[in-house]
């Protein structure tokens, strides 16, 4: 007797959850390769925005040639990676070496605070490191982010390298796309994909990437007038924290108001720091932000939340950055086959990918 055929919609998803395990598993596994590339892509995004933003420019921008708009849209973007660069190569020794003193200040600051909350137990670093930090020693973290400096180096130099060399094949695309499809109509078909997720996540990144960095100077400005040390690095990281999904403005704040607490001590001495910094998130993440993106994605709170999870599981703070630009080209592509147009629906915002 024969066994029963298996439902084919059934059997679709269970070969779809068993093509995403094998996917998800190589993701995984090669992400020191794919993780510089993604980044090569997200650079040279940012780089047509300015490219294009350069060509708006009244009397210059359209006298410039696209090559000469290219190689000073390069130039500026790399400039400013080897600058961050260089800002974490000459300020993470010394972070290193304010670590204990941070150390002994910020528990001194943790105490007082459980002492104005009325708490019986006095906390110690034995006790927070077991209940809250897991063991956790802020010299030797600090240690193995100035060891891992080098390797930052090499990361943004092959970032830079793929970015520039996808700007040079940019022009050969669609030659590439006609020749290697030989059918008019799947030709136009890819060439309408590949023109949806470039306006979409260009647009994106290009607005996101010129937020942060209006953030980043906000938030060292405060921190600069507050006589916060390392302030220009810590902009630069509330910067970056920026670009991951709702848990980047919390850590945005967070993490220089621990570093501030570290550095004097005393909690009403970095209350000023933490309305500042809050009001500079809420002010630029709920109402510039909305106001310049739009819902240009169209992506739902709850997909992304789910993104932020997967991807950061995958590829750790670099899947958290890279989150919102993959799901964007994940719902773009699904949306255009009738098969997984369903899984785009239900990752929209409001179910029209």
């Not at 137990?121 to 927070?128: G, I, N």
Request: proline share 5%; with cysteine.
């Amino acid at each position: 007797m024969l066994p029963p055929r298996m439902n084919p919609r059934f059997q679709a998803i269970v070969h779809g959850a068993i093509l995403a395990l094998i996917v998800g598993w190589v993701l995984h596994v090669g992400r020191d390769v794919l993780v510089p590339l993604a980044f090569g892509i997200l650079v040279a995004y940012v780089i047509f925005g300015l490219t294009q933003l350069l060509l708006r420019i009244p009397g210059l921008g359209p006298r410039l040639p696209v090559q000469a708009r290219n190689a000073l849209s390069v130039l500026v973007i790399s400039s400013g990676l080897v600058g961050i660069v260089y800002l974490f190569v000459a300020q993470a020794d010394g972070m290193v070496v304010y670590a204990p003193r941070y150390q002994r200040s910020l528990l001194a600051g943790i105490q007082r605070i459980a002492t104005l909350l009325r708490i019986e137990s006095e906390p110690t670093w034995t006790t927070l490191r077991n209940d809250l930090l897991g063991q956790v020693n802020l010299q030797k973290l600090l240690g193995s982010v100035v060891a891992s400096v080098s390797s930052m180096v090499a990361t943004v130099a092959v970032v830079i390298l793929y970015a520039a060399f996808l700007m040079m094949e940019q022009r050969f695309f669609e030659e590439k796309v006609a020749q290697a499809s030989g059918d008019p109509r799947n030709a136009a078909r890819i060439r309408g994909i590949t023109n949806a997720i470039n306006q979409r996540v260009g647009a994106y990144l290009s607005v996101k990437t010129a937020i942060n960095v209006l953030l980043g100077l906000v938030c060292w400005g405060i921190m600069a007038l507050l006589g916060v040390q390392f302030a220009g690095l810590l902009a630069v990281l509330i910067g970056l924290l920026n670009y991951i999904p709702y848990a980047g403005s919390f850590f945005g704040v967070v993490i220089p108001v621990a570093v501030a607490l570290g550095q004097f001590g005393e909690p009403g001495a970095v209350l000023g720091l933490l309305m500042a910094l809050t009001a500079a998130q809420v002010v630029i993440g709920n109402f510039l932000d909305p106001y310049l993106m739009g819902s240009s994605l169209n992506l739902s709170p709850f997909a992304l939340l789910v993104a932020l999870a997967v991807w950061s599981q995958l590829w750790g703070i670099a899947g958290a950055i890279l989150a919102v630009p993959i799901t964007a080209v994940l719902v773009i592509v699904l949306s255009e086959f009738a098969g997984t147009r369903p899984i785009a629906i239900l990752l929209s915002k409001n179910g029209h990918p």
